[in-house]
Each structure stands twice: as C-alpha cells, then as structure tokens.
C-alpha cells in the first residue's frame, strides 16, 4: 500500500518550452501532496504544498508563475515548469500524505529527472 | 526554518558491521521518519515515530524517538551490500503548518563486501 506514482521518470527539453509532471497516490487518497527539488548530493528542498481544490503554498523563493502546480483531485497533482531554463534541470519529487492531523506520513514518488538544454 | 542536524555526513562499513545515525533539532518534533534514497529514486520509508521514547523495528533497523523530543536514532545491524544509499531523517514539528517536513542533510552509507 501507499504507492505514489510519478511521470515522466526523466525528461529532456529545449530551452523556454513548459514541462508538466505529474504525481499520482495509486491505492490512496491524498488531500496534501508536495513537491519537492534535490540537486545532486543535497537534502531535499520543499517547493510547495498542495491541497486538493485549492491553491498551492509556495515556499520562500519558489517562483508560483514558473512552477505551476495543479492539485485537481485527490489522487493526482501536477508541476508544470513553464519556459524552463537549463538552471531548472534537477530531479523532482512528490509525495502524498497518507493518514489524518498529526500522524499523517508522507510516501514519496520515484522522481522525474528534468534535463533542459 | 527549522534546522535538522544529521550525522555522520558519510560512512564507510565492512559487510556485516553494525550501523548507527542520528538526527537532532533545535525545536520539539512529534514526527520523526527515516527514509532511504537510492541513486535516481525517491525516497523510501524506513521507519516512523510518533511517540517520545518509542522504539520502532522494521528488519535489521531500528529507530528511537528521542524522549527530549528533539532527537532520533537509527541503527542497521548487521549491514549487507544493499544497505547502500542516502539515509534521510525528517521530521514534522509542534505547529508546523500543512504537515510539512523538515530534513537532514542525509548520512551517505557504503558497504563494503
């Protein structure tokens, strides 16, 4: 149980085209998903927080107009990077909270690795 | 934000050692989880801890939540070559807002056959 999906796994791209990636809770329901960004040999960097049928909250210094993020129901959530740029290349994870208040546990996605040329 | 202190950086172990990491914070966590991450995967669950002072196994692991509150421990015996990868602790803290986590640097564990 508790299987997050994400696609694509790995995507490259041109310079300025937009790029959507999507994240899936396969066997549960996930009212809060994140996104999160690691770069090589780092820790993970929270992105946003995303809460079905609402807007995402973003963190300190993520751009809401560059990383757009789409929480439409509650299995699915996606990030779209708009007019990517090679400064945007980096491995993307979701995760999707399973359980309820403080006890909820959240179960990652494999990641997608963006290349942008 | 909050700071997760996780140490060591880096280990190297022969096949069979026992393995021990931990993860310190500067604010009273109620969370505590331990992930796995391998090259080009997600993060994978380990462990969670909800309770001061619970020891969770699962396996040859084992975790403890620190009865401070602001820390944790994760132990591997016994280590076998698949041990190897990225060690994350993360932790949610009293009145952190939308359940967000906060991470460790990550304990890079190499075993050697």
């Known amino acids: 149980g508790a299987v997050v999906s994400q696609h694509p796994s790995r995507v490259i791209c041109k310079s300025g085209t937009s790029v959507k990636i999507e994240c899936r809770s396969l066997?549960?329901?996930?009212?809060?998903m994140f996104w999160y960004r690691q770069f090589p040999k780092q820790s993970l960097m929270l992105m946003a927080t995303?809460?079905?049928?609402?807007?995402?909250?973003?963190e300190q210094g993520v751009e809401k107009d560059k990383f757009l993020i789409n929480h439409a129901s509650l299995t699915l959530s996606t990030l779209t990077v708009t007019s990517a740029h090679p400064e945007d290349s980096s491995f993307y994870i979701c995760?999707?909270?399973?359980?309820?208040?403080?006890?909820?546990?959240?179960?990652f996605g494999p990641g997608t690795r963006l290349t942008v040329l | 934000g909050q700071q997760l202190n996780q140490s060591p950086q880096s280990m190297f172990i022969q096949e069979g050692e026992d393995v021990s990491m931990n993860c310190t914070s500067s604010s009273i966590f109620n969370t505590w989880l331990w992930y796995k991450q391998d090259p080009g995967e997600g993060p994978v669950l380990l462990i969670a801890l909800y309770k001061a002072g619970e020891l969770t196994s699962n396996g040859r692991l084992t975790a403890q939540f620190g009865i401070t509150r602001k820390d944790s421990f994760l132990n591997i015996s016994a280590s076998i070559p698949s041990d190897v990868g990225i060690y994350f602790c993360?932790?949610?803290?009293?009145?952190?807002?939308?359940?967000?986590?906060?991470f460790g640097r990550g304990t890079q564990l190499t075993v050697w056959p």
């Open positions: 995303s809460n079905e049928g609402s807007k995402a909250t973003y």
């Open positions: 066997d549960f329901q996930a009212t809060t």
């Open positions: 995760s999707a909270a399973l359980g309820a208040g403080g006890t909820d546990t959240q179960y």
């Open positions: 993360a932790g949610r803290f009293r009145g952190s807002t939308l359940g967000r986590l906060y």
